[in-house]
């Protein structure tokens, strides 16, 4: 019993470094684009990143997992532009975002995320009454 506690936490330990590299890539990605994208970061729970964009919308960014494999929901929180779905993503026991992006590297797991955002951009374009 010992020895499997021991594995378990190890594994508990090692994705959690990977949840806490992603989030630190994302933090620091959204934070040196704000005025780019306008969006920035907001204080959340731990687990969570809550992203606001255009001082209107909030995407709460969630892992769902505790064991084995990390699940990332994002979810959207606007009354204007009402349920939006966003693709849900993962990290691997192998620390890839989605089984091919390292969470290290801080330029694709960037790109990973202004991709699930299109929908939200889109979404608030559409509502514009002149697109641009």
């Known amino acids: ?18 949840w806490n590299t992603y989030s630190m890539e994302l933090i620091t990605q959204i934070t040196a684009t704000g005025r780019v994208y306008h969006h920035h970061i907001q204080p959340s729970e ?6 606001n964009v255009f001082n209107g919308v909030n995407i709460n ?18 009354e204007e532009l009402g349920r939006i779905d966003l693709q849900p993503a993962c990290i691997d026991v192998h620390g890839h975002l989605d089984r091919h992006i390292p969470v290290q590297d801080k330029v694709k797991v ?23």
């Open 1 to 18: 019993m010992e020895e499997k506690s021991l594995l378990i936490f190890n594994q508990q330990i090692k994705m959690d470094k990977y």
């Open 46 to 51: 731990k687990g969570r990143l809550c992203v």
């Open 61 to 78: 960014i969630i892992r769902s997992r505790v064991f084995g494999e990390i699940q990332i929901r994002f979810e959207v929180e606007s």
């Open 110 to 132: 960037f790109e990973h995320y202004l991709e699930r955002l299109q929908v939200v951009y889109d979404t608030i374009l559409a509502l514009s009454p002149e697109k641009a």
